[in-house]
């Protein structure tokens, strides 16, 4: 199977916080990669620690948005996390980066990586 550079981890991760993603969809798609779960984690720890992304919760026909230091905290129970009803987003920092960053891959990789479907749960 093919192995993923931290990289393309971090775009795939962000790119389905731009699609405000079900948390399950994290499960989902990486399996399909074979990428560890812990290392999943760990990118979406990072990405949540530099603002790129948050954690919400849909209830009511609201949004509820959880600070960094309780999405920190929800994502520590991994297997408990990704059985939630909860959804990754990008912050309005979040959109900035992916507006402007092409984490440290090229425009090709990238159509690749989200072209691929692996997971089936990316909807580009």
Not at 68 to 87: G, M, P
Not at 102 to 107: A, L, V
């Amino acid at each position: 199977m093919e192995e993923l550079a931290s990289n393309e981890l971090h775009f795939l991760v962000a790119l389905l916080a731009s699609e405000e993603s079900d948390v399950h969809e994290l499960k989902t798609e990486f399996d399909a990669w074979g990428v560890e779960c812990d290392i999943v984690q760990v990118v979406l720890e990072g990405l949540i620690t530099d603002g790129t992304i948050g954690v919400t919760k849909y209830q009511n026909e609201e949004y509820h948005d959880y600070e960094k230091s309780e999405s920190l905290n929800l994502i520590k129970d991994w297997k408990c996390f990704v059985n939630t009803q909860l959804q990754i987003f990008l912050t309005d920092q979040g959109y900035q980066r992916w507006e402007t960053d092409d984490w440290g891959i090229t425009s090709k990789r990238a159509k690749y990586l989200m072209f691929s479907n692996r997971g089936s749960s990316i909807r580009v």
